[in-house]
């Protein structure tokens, strides 16, 4: 069955340090690829997407993640986070060509230390 | 912007009751979506809908759930006899229509405590 894993579970960060937040998928065929943030108390927000193209996306807030096909990652970036930052960040996979719904990762809760 | 909304936000419930959980969606929205997380766990698909249909489902969506669209606006979720297990964080999701992206907008969640 297609998963997404999430490599770090709680991080943990000062402010103005560099973030990375690892992601895994399984699965061989075309996929987009998704990040979700939710913060404290609010909504699931999509931070970026692909879908094709640029395997480097920009997204809201600062945040970029890099899609690279031979390793089935898709790593979220921010090169200095915010205190504002702090929240739960979801990867998700979908497969275009298979079905609809959206396979998320078990989150990774991000807290900023002022 | 507009938001896909739920309500409540926090139900808590009896095990063996009924409960309703209401969400609504995005107004030019075609295609709805259930998914739940169980504490500590990650996000799963329940169900999606699409013309006043259920377009799939997954193994947990049993025949203790329902989904409607009673006045087309409201996108409910129905547990008919809640277990312990069902508790959990449910979120309702829409979007407009096909796209390659397939890009969901998702309300902000009930939380359902089963006692």
């Known amino acids: 069955a297609q998963s997404v894993s999430q490599h770090n579970h709680h991080v943990i960060l000062s402010e103005a340090a560099s973030l990375e937040l690892g992601c895994n998928y399984s699965y061989g065929g075309t996929v987009n690829l998704f990040w979700y943030v939710q913060y404290p108390g609010q909504h699931l927000q999509l931070l970026l997407k692909?879908?094709?193209?640029?395997?480097l996306v920009k997204g809201i807030k600062g945040f970029e993640a890099e899609f690279i096909k031979s390793k089935f990652s898709f790593n979220l970036r921010k090169p200095s986070v915010q205190w504002s930052d702090t929240a739960e960040y979801f990867c998700a996979v979908n497969l275009p060509n298979r079905d609809d719904k959206i396979i998320f990762g078990k989150g990774t809760r991000l807290h900023i230390l002022p | 912007e507009p938001e896909v909304t739920q309500t409540p936000s926090h139900q808590v419930t009896q095990m063996g009751q009924e409960v309703i959980l209401r969400c609504v969606p995005i107004?030019?929205?075609?295609?709805f979506y259930w998914y739940r997380q169980i504490l500590g766990q990650k996000v799963e698909f329940l169900v999606s809908?699409?013309?006043?249909?259920?377009?799939?489902k997954s193994e947990i969506f049993d025949d203790q759930f329902s989904v409607e669209r009673p006045d087309g606006s409201n996108f409910t979720l129905k547990i008919r006899s809640t277990k312990l297990e069902d508790s959990a964080m449910y979120f309702c999701a829409s979007k407009t229509s096909w796209t390659p992206t397939n890009e969901q907008f998702f309300g902000p969640g009930t939380r359902l405590t089963v006692l």
């Open positions: 692909y879908f094709s193209g640029d395997p």
């Open positions: 107004s030019n929205h075609l295609y």
């Open positions: 809908f699409y013309n006043n249909e259920i377009s799939e």
